[in-house]
C-alpha cells in the first residue's frame, strides 16, 4: 500500500523562514556569548605566566600585563610590590575582559585588580 501526502505550496517558504529564523538565533547567541567574555561579563581561562612575591591568601593586589604580541597567547601578569620579584610560575587564571587589545599593541599596559 502507497501513501500520499500533499504538500501545500504554501509550507515551502515557511519551511525556509523557520530555517532563517533557527541560523539567525544561533548566530545571535555566538555573537552576544563573545561580546560578554570581551566586555568583562563573563570569564574565560587562560594559562598564564606570574608574578609575585609574598602573596598572601585572600589578599588583592594590582598586576600590569604588557600588551605586545608576545604575551597574546600566554599573558604575563606582574603582580609583584615594593620591588620584589618573585619566579614567573604558570597557573590557569580567571579573566573578565580581553588579555591582550590589538589595537593597543605595543602601546600600553593591561591593568588587572587580583586576588
Known amino acids: ?22 541560523i539567525a538565533a544561533v548566530w545571535s547567541v555566538v555573537f552576544l556569548w563573545q561580546q560578554a567574555q570581551t566586555s568583562g561579563w563573563l570569564s574565560h581561562d587562560v594559562i598564564a605566566l606570574v608574578t609575585a612575591e609574598d602573596w598572601s591568601i585572600g589578599e588583592y593586589r594590582n598586576c600590569t600585563e604588557p600588551n605586545n604580541a608576545a604575551v597574546k597567547e600566554e599573558p604575563y601578569i606582574d603582580c609583584s610590590k615594593d620591588g620584589a620579584y618573585g619566579e614567573p610560575k604558570r597557573f590557569k587564571v580567571s579573566f573578565y575582559g580581553e588579555t591582550y587589545k590589538e589595537e593597543l599593541k605595543d602601546k600600553a599596559s593591561i591593568s588587572w585588580r587580583t586576588k
Open 1 to 22: 500500500m502507497i501513501y500520499a501526502q500533499s504538500v501545500d505550496e504554501n509550507q515551502k517558504p515557511l519551511a525556509a523562514l523557520k530555517l532563517i529564523i533557527a
